[in-house]
C-alpha cells in the first residue's frame, strides 16, 4: 500500500506538470475552449441582459426598406443617421454608440458636416475608433482631433509589469474629424480572437500614443457617466464602483447573455428612422421614444453584407456590436468572468494530479479503471459549471488531461507491476489452485497474503491401499500413466470444490480448504470432495483392474483446526503448503482407516462444521500415536448411502453404545451380526473377542492406536 500510494503521487505529480506545461505552451486550446464553450451556452440563457442597454440593428429588413422606399443604395448617405440621433436624443437616451467607422470621408462633404453637427447636439454620444497593429493609417494622435483626457490612476504601473505589447497599439484607424471632433469618446472597436477566430476576451481598453482608449462597451458607461473615476491595479480596472477583472494581456473575460435578437430591447434602424420623420411631421411613431429613456443605445449592422458578424461561444455570427454591449452589460451588472490565479491553479492541478494518480493505483481491474476515468473527466467539467456559476474562469481542459495522463500512466504501470505480480501468483497457484480460485486471487492480491498466517483450515490426505505391490507388478511407463490418470480425476474433483492441493506424495494426495481464499464452508466441502473421489473412484475401478490387475482402493483423512499457512521454503523453491498438529491429526486418521477398514475418515472438528449436510456413523474413540488426547472419529456418507445402509448401520450404532459401556459379550454378540457386511464390525468383533480374553482393568472405551 505504501508503494501504491507513493507512486500514485508520482504519477498525479507529472501528470499534473506535463499538463500545465501543455496548457503555458497554448497546446491545450482545442480542448479548453469547447469545454468553456459549453459553459457560456448553457448559462447563458439563465440571465436577462441590463435593461438599460438598447440596440438599433441596421438589418437586412433596413437596407431592403431603404433600397426600396428611399432609394438609397449602401452605403446609405451618412445624413441618414441624424434622424436615429435625433431620435435618441428625443427619448433621453443616456449615451449614443455608434459602432460605425466613418474613416473615410463621404463624396458629399456637407453630408459629413451635417452628421458632424448632429453629433455635436447629441449628449454622450460615441464613435468607434480602430487600433491595432498592421491595420490603420494613423502612427500619431491626429492634430485636428481633440484628445477626451483620462486620470486613470496606476496606469504607468500597471503598464510596466503587465504584457504591454498586447496593450499599447502601434496604429490606428480615426473617424473623419466632423464625427471625431464633434463625439464626447472615441472607442475602440477592435478585438482580438482566440486561434479558432472565436471572441471570449476582450481588451476593455488599449494606449495609442501614449492615450488611454476605452473599448466602446466602456466608453459607452464613461459617456453616460462622465465624472466616473477610473483605476488600475494589479488585475483590476475599477471604473467608479465596478471593477474588471483583467489577465495579464489586459483582457476581460465575457459573461455572455442571450442574442439581444431573442428580447425586447432592440429596434431595427428602419423603424428609428421611420418613427423620427414621422414625429416631424406630426405623424404617430412606429415605436416610442421613450424606449430610449436614460438607456446606453448602441447602432450596429447585422445585415449578412455587412460584414460585422462575429463567431463567439454563444454563437457563430453574433453582430459586434452585441459583443461590445456584452462589455457595457457585465460593467453595470458587475459580473465579468475572473481568471483563477495562477498560483491556485497550480495547486489545484497539483491536488487533482495526486487524487487521480492515487486512484489510478488504486484500481484493480479495467471496471474499476473505466469508472475512475469518468469520474475524472466528470468531476472538472461539473467543477466548472460551479466555478462559473461563481463567477470564475477554470482552466478544466489542463484538469482533465491531467486527469487522462494520470489513469493512462496508471493503466501502464498497473500492468507493469500488478500484471508481474498476477503472473507470479499464476504460476506460483495454477498447479494446485483451480483456475476460478486463481482468477479471484487476481481480482483481489490482498486476500493473499504471502508469508505464513494462521488459519483454520480442512485437511485432507488421501493414500492408495497396497499400492506398493500394485507398482511392483507395472513396468514404469504403465505405473506412472496409471497414476495420472488416478490423481487427475480426484484432483479435478478437490478443485472443483475450491481446494487447494498441497502437494503428491506418490500415490497420496494432501490438499486443504480455506486458504489462500476465505471459503466459509470448508468443511462441507472438503467431506463433499472425500466422498466425490470415492464414488469417482468406483467407477474408475474396473478400468483400473484390467491395468493393474487389481482392484485400487483409497484412504482419506479429513480434519478442521488451525495451522500455520503460507509460503514456505528457500529463496530459491518455495511451496504454499502448511504446518502444525491439526494436520499430523488428518495424516493420522487415513492411516486409521486401516484398523476399521472404512475409506473415509473424519474427525469431530469437522463434525461440527459440516452440521445436517452429510450423514455419519461415529467410528470409535481412539489416541492416535504422539498424541496424549483421544479423538472422535466419524465415517461420513452420501444421505442416500446411509439409507440403503440403515439396518447394519442401527445395528453397529447399539453395539458400539454396548462395547463404551463394557458390555463386550453383547457389543461381540451384536457386531459378529452384521461383520459379514459391515468391515468395521468385523474389527470391532475382533476386539471384543480380545478384550472379553484380557479384561482392561481401567476401562474407557479408548482404542490405543500403535502404528500411524
Known amino acids: 500500500m505504501r508503494n501504491k500510494i507513493i507512486q500514485g503521487a ?28 459549453w459553459r457560456v451556452q448553457a448559462m447563458a440563457e439563465l440571465r436577462q441582459s441590463n435593461s438599460a442597454i438598447k440596440t438599433i440593428f441596421l438589418d437586412q429588413s433596413s437596407l431592403d426598406w431603404g433600397e426600396k422606399e428611399m432609394m438609397w443604395s449602401w452605403p446609405w448617405p451618412r445624413i441618414v443617421y441624424e434622424p436615429i440621433i435625433s431620435f435618441c436624443q428625443r427619448g433621453g437616451a443616456k449615451a449614443i454608440v455608434f459602432d460605425v467607422l466613418f474613416t473615410e470621408p463621404s463624396e458629399r462633404i456637407e453630408e459629413d458636416t451635417a452628421l458632424g453637427n448632429a453629433i455635436a447636439g447629441a449628449t454622450g454620444f460615441v464613435s468607434a475608433v480602430f487600433l491595432g497593429r498592421e491595420q490603420g493609417d494613423s502612427l500619431k494622435w491626429p492634430a485636428e482631433i481633440d484628445v477626451t483626457k483620462y486620470d486613470v490612476t496606476g496606469l504607468n504601473d500597471y503598464l510596466s509589469h503587465c504584457n504591454n505589447q498586447m496593450l499599447i497599439m502601434p496604429r490606428a484607424a480615426f473617424p473623419i474629424p466632423d464625427v471625431a471632433r464633434n463625439s464626447d469618446i472615441l472607442g475602440n472597436v477592435s478585438s482580438g480572437s482566440d486561434a479558432d477566430a472565436k471572441i471570449r476576451r476582450v481588451g476593455v481598453f488599449r494606449v495609442f500614443d501614449g492615450h488611454f482608449i476605452p473599448s466602446l462597451g466602456l466608453a459607452a458607461y464613461l459617456a453616460g457617466n462622465p465624472d466616473v473615476k477610473l483605476k488600475l491595479d494589479d488585475k483590476l480596472l475599477h471604473v467608479g464602483n465596478s471593477s474588471i477583472p483583467l489577465d495579464r494581456n489586459g483582457d476581460a473575460i465575457l459573461r455572455y447573455r442571450k442574442s439581444s435578437k431573442t428580447t425586447n430591447r432592440t429596434v431595427s434602424a428602419a423603424a428609428v428612422i421611420q418613427s423620427e420623420l414621422l414625429l416631424r411631421e406630426g405623424g404617430k411613431p412606429q415605436c416610442d421614444p421613450e424606449f430610449f429613456r436614460n438607456a446606453y ?12 458578424l462575429k463567431a463567439t461561444p454563444v454563437s457563430r455570427y453574433l453582430p459586434g456590436v452585441e459583443i461590445q454591449a456584452t462589455v457595457l452589460d457585465n460593467l453595470l451588472s458587475n459580473d465579468f468572468i475572473r481568471d483563477v490565479d495562477s498560483g491556485w491553479m497550480v495547486l489545484f492541478a497539483l491536488l ?31 467543477i466548472g459549471f460551479g466555478t462559473y456559476h461563481m463567477g470564475y474562469c477554470l482552466q478544466v481542459g489542463v484538469l482533465d488531461t491531467i486527469g487522462v495522463f494520470s489513469l493512462v500512466s496508471a493503466v501502464i504501470v498497473n500492468y ?16 494446485y489452485l483451480s483456475p476460478d480460485v486463481i482468477e479471484k486471487l487476481l481480482q483481489n492480491p490482498g486476500n493473499l497474503k504471502l508469508g505464513g498466517e494462521l488459519r483454520e483450515l480442512s485437511i485432507y490426505f488421501s493414500d492408495v491401499q497396497g499400492f506398493t505391490s500394485i507398482s511392483e507388478s507395472l513396468t514404469p511407463d504403465n505405473l506412472t500413466t496409471l497414476l495420472n490418470d488416478y490423481l487427475t480425476a480426484m484432483t479435478d474433483i478437490i478443485m472443483d470444490e475450491g481446494g487447494t492441493v498441497d502437494k503428491y506424495e506418490g500415490d497420496a494426495i494432501i490438499a486443504f480448504w480455506n486458504a489462500p481464499l476465505d471459503v466459509p464452508d470448508h468443511a462441507k466441502r472438503a467431506v463433499r470432495a472425500a466422498l466425490r473421489c470415492g464414488k469417482k473412484l468406483a467407477e474408475l475401478r474396473p478400468g483400473f483392474k484390467e491395468r493393474a490387475g487389481r482392484d485400487l482402493f483409497m484412504r482419506i483423512g479429513l480434519n478442521t483446526g488451525q495451522v500455520v499457512v503460507g509460503n514456505m521454503g528457500s529463496n530459491q523453491r518455495f511451496d504454499y503448503t502448511f504446518l502444525g498438529d491439526a494436520g499430523n491429526l488428518a495424516a493420522r486418521l487415513e492411516g486409521i482407516n486401516k484398523q476399521f477398514g472404512t475409506y473415509i475418515m473424519i474427525s469431530e472438528n469437522t463434525l461440527k462444521q459440516i452440521g445436517d449436510e452429510f450423514a455419519v456413523r461415529e467410528l470409535s474413540r481412539v489416541r492416535v500415536v504422539g498424541r496424549k488426547e483421544p479423538v472422535r472419529v466419524f465415517e461420513p456418507m452420501f444421505k ?69
Open 640 to 708: 442416500e448411502d446411509y439409507s440403503a445402509r440403515r439396518n447394519i448401520l442401527d445395528v453397529f450404532s447399539s453395539a458400539l453404545k454396548q462395547y463404551y459401556d463394557g458390555k463386550f459379550d453383547t457389543a461381540l454378540e451384536l457386531f459378529s451380526s452384521i461383520a459379514e457386511h459391515d468391515p468395521a464390525s468385523s474389527a470391532y468383533a475382533k476386539r471384543c473377542k480380545h478384550l472379553k480374553e484380557h479384561p482392561p482393568q481401567d476401562w474407557s472405551g479408548i482404542w490405543e492406536m500403535t502404528e500411524k
Open 297 to 308: 443605445v448602441f447602432l450596429g449592422f447585422t445585415a449578412p453584407g455587412l460584414v460585422d
Open 416 to 431: 507493469a507491476i500488478e500484471g508481474k505480480k498476477k503472473r507470479f501468483i499464476k504460476n506460483a497457484f495454477k498447479q
Open 10 to 37: 508520482i504519477i498525479g505529480l507529472v501528470s499534473a506538470a506535463v499538463a500545465l506545461s501543455l496548457q503555458f505552451m497554448g497546446l491545450l486550446g482545442w480542448l479548453e475552449n469547447p469545454l468553456w464553450d
Open 352 to 382: 487533482f494530479g495526486l487524487a487521480s494518480g492515487l486512484t489510478g493505483r488504486a484500481c484493480a481491474n479495467a471496471r474499476q479503471m473505466v469508472a475512475a476515468l469518468l469520474v475524472t473527466v466528470i468531476a472538472p467539467i461539473l
